[in-house]
């Protein structure tokens, strides 16, 4: 008996993907869910950061176009490990095999403190900030709106898979939906806007525009945590990645190309509400109404599509470590672990509740969850080459192209966005770095209680 299969005989969660988790969602399902999670607020937002550190309309196109390379190839990587090890702890089950227990238990409590919660409260103020455009609740309309949504968000998905998996695939039709009338309404109605005098930028910074466009693409990954829930995922997992990652790109491209057409790179460059002002052009001040209601309804389908897949790892720690063995309890009747849910939701809502005291909720969301999120995406990909060596008679039904290049290539990004990360936030991040090494003691108090 190997090493491994040692681990894997000690240790039953390895096969609790297939014992608990069914195969519910298809490949639709799926691909709503991946496309839910990336297509996010944030593609009103960057498309002006991007377009300030570029030189000319092509190059802002071809950054666009690089990233969704990019993307493409961490997914390939996800692929082979999605679907070689299918489980709802995802990367934490990949991290486990490659790593030891130790380094997973870190990353699952970084998950349900930090990463996952986090991204869940930064969608949450992003709704609070348009819906309160709509119609406010006061002065913490923010607030206010962003812990009703994780409220209800978070008990549809507890009723069940069934529920949870319904209203996501609404919302990532709202979205799409959404996003193609700003694109057609940009090309065909918004007259081209004139160039200022004074050029944006001298030359091109890569550097920068990648970081703000990889965050705008980031969230495939969530596909690891329904690869036991998805059906014929030797298959289904590629292709909804491979689908989800084209729809995405296309999307992002065309609506960069409605920014160009109606607005003209220097007030890109310049806005401080691209689509707002964008729509304004088109419609007069109807438009930007009607955009800050996408924007909350694009930010609503994504918040939903984190918190469906984030109480997955909850309950994979569950499994595996005593002191959280509340979170290791799945509903079968629902298909649900309905404890990694509440806990998932009460951290994300005292997250809101802290951003709501530093009155910039989103920005501090950024800064406390981006290192974290990069550092252990980084351990992913160096996780691929360890069980590739470690697992080498292991089914893989997938194996990603052009190994060891294409995830070589992965950990160099992942290993650019961590320094970038850490370079440019602020406090947050260093709060957000002393919550995951809290757990270390908590690593040991487990260890200590189970001896």
């Known amino acids: 008996m190997t090493k491994l299969e040692s681990t894997h005989s000690l240790n039953p969660s390895s096969t609790r993907g297939k014992a608990l988790a069914q195969p519910i969602l298809t490949l639709t399902d799926a691909i709503a869910i991946i496309v839910g999670i990336v297509i996010g607020a944030g593609i009103f937002e960057t498309p002006a950061l991007v377009a300030a550190n570029s030189s000319s309309g092509f190059i802002v196109l071809l950054i666009w176009l690089t990233g969704g390379v990019i993307s493409l190839i961490g997914a390939l990587c996800y692929a082979e490990l999605a679907t070689a090890y299918p489980d709802v702890g995802g990367t934490y089950e990949y991290l486990k095999r490659a790593f030891g227990q130790n380094l997973a238990f870190l990353?699952?409590?970084?998950?349900?403190?930090?990463?996952?919660?986090?991204?869940?409260?930064?969608?949450?103020?992003?709704?609070?900030?348009?819906?309160?455009?709509?119609?406010?609740?006061?002065?913490?309309?923010?607030?206010?709106?962003?812990?009703i949504a994780i409220a209800l968000l978070t008990s549809f998905n507890i009723l069940g898979i069934r529920q949870g998996k319904r209203i996501q695939n609404w919302l990532t039709v709202i979205t799409i939906l959404g996003l193609l009338t700003v694109i057609v309404l940009g090309l065909l109605f918004a007259s081209p806007s004139p160039q200022l005098t004074t050029p944006t930028v001298v030359s091109s910074r890569w550097g920068s525009a990648m970081l703000f466009v990889l965050l705008s693409y980031g969230g495939w990954n969530e596909a690891a945590y329904i690869s036991a829930e998805i059906r014929q995922p030797q298959r289904n997992i590629v292709r909804s990645l491979l689908w989800s990652i084209g729809i995405i790109t296309t999307l992002y491209l065309l609506i960069n190309v409605a920014f160009l057409q109606g607005l003209g790179l220097s007030r890109m460059a310049q806005s401080q509400a691209i689509a707002a002002d964008l729509m304004r052009q088109a419609l007069g001040e109807p438009g930007a109404v009607l955009i800050s209601a996408l924007?909350?309804?694009?930010?609503?389908?994504?918040?939903?599509?984190?918190?469906?897949?984030?109480?997955?790892?909850?309950?994979?720690?569950?499994?595996?470590?005593?002191?959280?063995?509340?979170?290791?309890?799945?509903?079968?009747?629902?298909?649900?672990?309905?404890m990694g849910f509440l806990v998932q939701g009460a951290i994300a809502l005292m997250l809101i509740w802290m951003g709501t005291l530093t009155r910039n909720g989103f920005e501090a969301m950024v800064d406390y969850t981006a290192p974290i999120f990069w550092f252990f995406f980084l351990l992913s990909g160096i996780a691929l080459f360890r069980l590739r060596a470690q697992d080498?008679?292991?089914?893989?039904?997938?194996?990603?192209?052009?190994?060891?290049?294409?995830?070589?290539?992965?950990?160099m990004v992942c290993s650019y966005l961590l320094y970038s990360s850490l370079v440019y936030t602020g406090l947050g991040a260093a709060f957000g770095v002393i919550v995951v090494v809290l757990g270390i003691p908590l690593l040991h108090w487990s260890k200590y209680r189970h001896s």
Request: proline residues 6%.
């Open 107 to 147: 990353f699952a409590w970084a998950r349900m403190t930090v990463i996952q919660t986090g991204s869940i409260a930064l969608l949450a103020f992003v709704f609070g900030d348009y819906a309160s455009q709509l119609f406010r609740l006061g002065s913490f309309s923010t607030s206010i709106y962003a812990g």
């Open 295 to 338: 924007i909350a309804l694009t930010a609503l389908g994504s918040l939903n599509a984190s918190i469906f897949t984030g109480a997955r790892t909850n309950y994979a720690l569950g499994q595996d470590v005593s002191l959280f063995s509340f979170l290791g309890r799945w509903r079968t009747q629902i298909g649900v672990p309905m």
């Open 392 to 411: 080498p008679h292991r089914l893989r039904p997938f194996q990603v192209p052009f190994y060891p290049v294409t995830p070589l290539l992965f950990c």
